[in-house]
């Protein structure tokens, strides 16, 4: 079967991974917060950026590989940490981490990821990056980092625009609960979707259970906690940062050191500042609050206040979508939820699949604009689209 033929676009992945899940499980993936129009606005802000093509430039075989971090990754993108990944696919988590190691671009293991940094440790390749949703205990935070660090993640990442749970109505409404638990509603959701139902039975064959937050076991007491359904089990061990936390981690990683959800161009600058080596642009996907300009509006300013590298994320769709991010002045494109629908639509198969369609559809611009390489791309015309 050729994978390009039968699902040559994101929106084929996505249909099919609709298809595939219990709709729990979809709303967890797909929702926003509030009305979700923060999610809106960052695929209408995309759409706003067009091009002028370039013609009569011969045979091109465009190179997309950039610089990024001492390193010079032969791809442009990477994999975002998304929390529970696990619950979308089983073993999720290594999946994406031997594609992203097969493609040898980075991949993000999220702390309230249902594999630990432990698990992970067979299938990550040279470029792995962890993020922290952040302990207020000191000692579990060193402890992370260690534990990070002997895995084999080189990268460490502070998520600093959760401050708080999001209500996240949709998700609310679809009925999963935290920590997850078989409800009868759940259940007559699962029973409508059996390639999913089977892939969880065969983790409980293996005495494996629901997926849970693995990384963070090691740090509860077991207790039965029941939380808001958008809220999980690391809120009873985080804080909400603030900047001597961004100073203590500087001091105590000794690795690149990226900020996560960062729009405004005066806290780029202070990061910048206090030693943060890159900044995340990113909305969170529309995922934490609903007032938020699109993301990629609010790019060109930070990347004229700094001169940090720069990741972008949120609503990056297409091959198009990477470069227009990297055009207005990102170094390096992330995507999070775009990699679980290829995983639910196709299985393992899924990451790998998503990754040759990003590339092909990059290179295929890239000829259209004649832009032989990712260097040249601040030099486009560009024109608004409406």
């Known amino acids: 079967m050729d ?54 430039h011969g045979p091109m075989e465009p190179d997309l590989a950039v610089p990024f971090l001492g390193r010079r990754p032969a791809l442009p993108f990477g994999i975002a940490p998304v929390g529970m990944s696990g619950l979308i696919w089983p073993d999720a988590e290594a999946t994406l981490a031997r594609s992203a190691a097969a493609a040898g671009i980075p991949y993000c293991l999220s702390t309230v990821a249902s594999q630990s940094p432990e698990d992970l440790a067979p299938h990550l390749g040279d470029d792995a990056w962890f993020q922290l949703y952040p302990p207020k ?20 990442v502070l ?4 401050p708080a749970a999001s209500r996240r109505e949709r998700q609310t409404r679809s ?33 494996r259970g629901m997926p849970r937050m693995r990384t963070l076991d090691k740090y509860i007491s077991g207790e039965q906690v029941n939380l808001p359904p958008t809220a999980h089990i690391g809120y009873l ?31 780029a600058v202070q990061l910048q500042e206090a030693g943060a080596d890159a900044v995340w642009i990113s909305n969170h996907g529309g995922r934490q609050f609903d007032g938020c300009p699109a993301a990629i509006d609010l790019l060109p300013d930070i990347r004229a206040a700094v001169d940090l590298p720069l990741i972008f994320d949120s609503g ?29 639509a196709l299985g393992t198969v899924g990451p790998d ?11 295929a611009n890239m000829s259209q604009l004649g832009l032989p390489c990712l ?12």
Do not use: C
Not at 18 to 46: C, H, Q
Not at 137 to 156: C, N, Q, S, V, Y
Not at 332 to 341: I, K, P
């Open 3 to 56: 994978l390009h033929q039968r699902y040559p676009g994101l929106e084929d992945l996505k249909r099919r991974a609709k298809r595939r899940l219990p709709r729990f499980v979809w709303d967890y993936l797909d929702s926003g917060t509030g009305a979700e129009a923060a999610r809106a606005r960052n695929r209408t802000g995309l759409d706003r950026i067009g091009f002028l093509p370039s013609v009569l």
């Open 137 to 156: 205990d000191e000692t579990i935070r060193g402890d992370l980092l260690a534990r990070a660090r002997d895995a084999g993640f080189k990268t460490l």
């Open 159 to 162: 998520t600093v625009d959760v």
């Open 175 to 207: 009925g999963l609960t935290q920590p997850p638990r078989l409800t009868p509603r759940l259940l007559a959701q699962i029973a409508q979707r059996p390639a999913w139902a089977l892939g969880m039975a065969r983790r409980r064959l293996e005495g």
């Open 237 to 267: 061990l985080r804080t909400s940062p603030d900047w001597e936390y961004v100073h203590w981690l500087r001091r105590n990683w000794d690795g690149p050191f990226i900020i996560k959800g960062v729009l405004r161009a005066e806290d």
């Open 316 to 344: 990056i769709e297409g091959g198009l979508d990477i470069l227009r991010a990297l055009a207005l002045g990102a170094d390096f494109v992330m995507l999070g939820r775009a990699f679980h629908y290829a995983l639910a």
């Open 353 to 363: 699949h998503l990754i040759d369609m990003l590339a092909k559809d990059m290179q």
């Open 375 to 386: 260097g040249e791309i601040r030099n486009l015309q560009q024109r608004e689209l409406d």
